[in-house]
């Protein structure tokens, strides 16, 4: 690594084979990332109509972790192949930027989310009060937040450079052992980019799960636990644990090579470590639109909906035009039944109406109708703040899920 008049060399540190490996990591991710990304973002589109303030955030961290796979990517692959930084200074210093910016975006972006979702389930009587204006004002915030922290090295607040393992540009960790100023930049990105999201993320998941722990002990007071309650109870678990998990494992381990880094020597931190910690943290931006596509009800809905409406349409295509009146897709009077997708509170959800061209007739349903409009309904009294209300079994479940996202 070196200068040699106007050109900025950057060379690699590791060995062509990792290079290689990285960059075919590289490609992967990039894929993954902006398929489910993409997704997420097309699936907020079609229920923009109905998208919850909490929601905001999500589609946010979309669009945050769309912008790194896109400024970042591919600029890291051609490199990592080429065993070199193939570009100039000025490119390393945008490259550095816009990973800091989306990276901290994300980061920000998910603990502002873990305190909307505590607010909501274990303080409802202000997070009843959590409108659309509140989403805008934090999600504003959350990019002010990530734009301080990208901005001062540009203004001489810390200093982007190389990676140690030398395709990719960040912050420069060498800098701190040379100038006070990025010496308290490096403390200041530790503190309130890692230790505080870490802290609010995990205890804010873990008031959550005590709550829902408690909920659902009073339920089962009154209520059998094979029900839709426990389905609940148990995608909460599921979306919190995952939240954590794939928070810490991306972002951790970047955090403590970094700081091995500046407030040691950093001639003693091998370059693969960087480089294996640095595919880690862009792998965030791969496993926050599954954990929300795969844990969050609302979101698998209407993916649900738009992948059978496509496979309908498709099958349509295919069938001949004559299987119109032996019970096909094409029947008018079957688009109803098509359209529909039964998901609710975390059950499976049942697509076989339009998993094949030829739909099936209804087979009793005035029958099904007629039990389900007669059968007795248990209710319960739920309490919420000074006040309570009768609420559904049947309905217990979708109020959780609204309080919680």
Known sequence: MGNASETFLLVSRISKEHDFLMGTIYIIFGVLSM?????????????????????????????????????????????????????????CYVYAFCGVLFGLCSLTNLTVLSSVCWLKVCCPNYGNKFSFCHACLLVAGVWCYAVVFAVGPLSGWGEYGAEPYGTACCINWDAPSQDAAAMSYIVCLFFFCYIVPCSVIFLSYTFILLTVRGSRQAVQQH????NKITNAHTLIVKLSVAVCIGFLTAWSPYAIVSMWAAFGDPTEVPPMAFALAAIFAKSSTLYNPIVYLVFKPNFRKFLCRDVALCRRTVCGCLCPRGAAHKGTCGRPHHNDECNSTKLSNGLPESH???????????????????????SPQQTFRVLKGSTDHEVAVSQLSNEMQSDFL
């Open 35 to 91: 398929a489910g990304n993409g997704i997420l973002l097309f699936v907020a589109y079609r229920k923009k109509s109905s998208l919850k303030p909490a929601e905001f955030f999500v589609v946010n961290l979309a669009i945050s972790d769309l912008g790194m796979t896109m400024s970042l990517f591919p600029l890291a692959i051609p490199s990592a192949f080429t065993h070199m930084w193939l570009f100039n200074k000025t490119t």
């Open 352 to 374: 076989g109406a339009c998993r094949h061209c030829p739909c099936p007739k209804r087979v009793s349903g005035a029958a099904e109708n007629f039990s389900q409009n007669n």
């Open 223 to 226: 209520v059998s636990p094979q």
